[in-house]
């Protein structure tokens, strides 16, 4: 059960703003104060009937504030034994050039890998834009499912040209990629450009995912370039949008 104090929460019945909307973001707040310094133990809400109570309202006004927060991936419900309060979400650092396998245990999580797909072909044409290379040249395309502590995380479709990296179907790829190119052909990856959106899940990626088709993924688009400042990798790749938070450090200018 949440420890902050819910009992001094009241909603302003005098102004023109929803009963469920002030609920929703009382709630919001509650969430967040939890959130510091949790672990991934369960944090369960107060029943509806005590949310009722506490800001004396109807259960309708409840129920329509926790679809709320529901759709905003905050909270989960399940018959017969309440509501939940989604596990804390996760920054990644969009300024730090990083593999998964090294950002996961970094975190104190077990990373996983399951190797979807892996072969070498022609790619398509904005691939081949962005690592520079011609026509006929083929790439490796490996497609994994990223997993932290057994959960699904994160869709990748990794593309290096295969003249660079002959025999890349031979290593383990359950394990890091950035491992293998660095200590299989010589490649660092040292900096990179990458572009960020949002859209829905396809019904076979929320399977994959564990999400329900239609949830928001984070889309990140990013070409790599070794220490020769040659483009090696184009990573395509998908994040759980109810999982994860983008962080970025700014500095203002001198």
């Not at 909270?75 to 593999?99: A, N, P």
């Not at 502590?149 to 994160?154: A, D, L, Q, T």
């Not at 020769?228 to 759980?240: F, G, I, K, N, T």
Request: charged letters at 25%.
């Amino acid at each position: 059960m949440l420890d902050t104090s819910l009992a001094v929460r009241r909603i302003n019945k005098d102004i023109p703003i929803p009963y469920y909307y002030q609920i929703a973001q009382s709630l919001r707040e509650i969430i967040v104060d939890a959130e510091v310094g949790a672990t991934d133990r369960e944090i369960a809400l107060p029943s509806e009937l005590d949310l009722c109570a506490i800001y004396d309202v109807t259960r309708g006004t409840v129920r329509h504030a926790l679809q709320v927060l529901e759709r905003e991936g905050l909270i989960y419900r399940e018959r017969g034994r309440g509501t939940f309060v989604k596990r804390r979400r996760v920054q990644l650092d969009l300024t730090r050039l990083c593999s998964t396998t090294q950002d996961m245990q970094n975190r104190g999580w077990a990373p996983g890998t399951q190797v979807l797909s892996i072969r070498c072909s022609l790619p398509r044409p904005h691939v081949q834009r962005e690592l520079r290379i011609s026509q006929d040249s083929q790439v490796w395309e490996v497609y994994r499912l990223r997993l932290a502590n057994g959960e699904p995380i994160s869709l990748q479709w990794a593309y290096i040209p295969c003249d660079l990296t002959s025999g890349l179907d031979e290593y383990d790829l359950t394990s890091s990629l950035y491992y293998a190119l660095k200590n299989g052909y010589g490649i660092e990856l040292k900096s990179a450009d990458q572009i960020i959106r949002t859209r829905s899940a396809t019904l076979g990626e929320a399977k994959l995912l564990d999400i329900d088709e239609g949830d928001p993924v984070f889309v990140i688009e990013r070409t790599s370039y070794d220490q020769a400042d040659v483009p090696v990798e184009h990573l395509h790749s998908l994040w759980r949008g109810d999982r994860y938070d983008l962080q970025v450090r700014l500095h203002g200018s001198s």
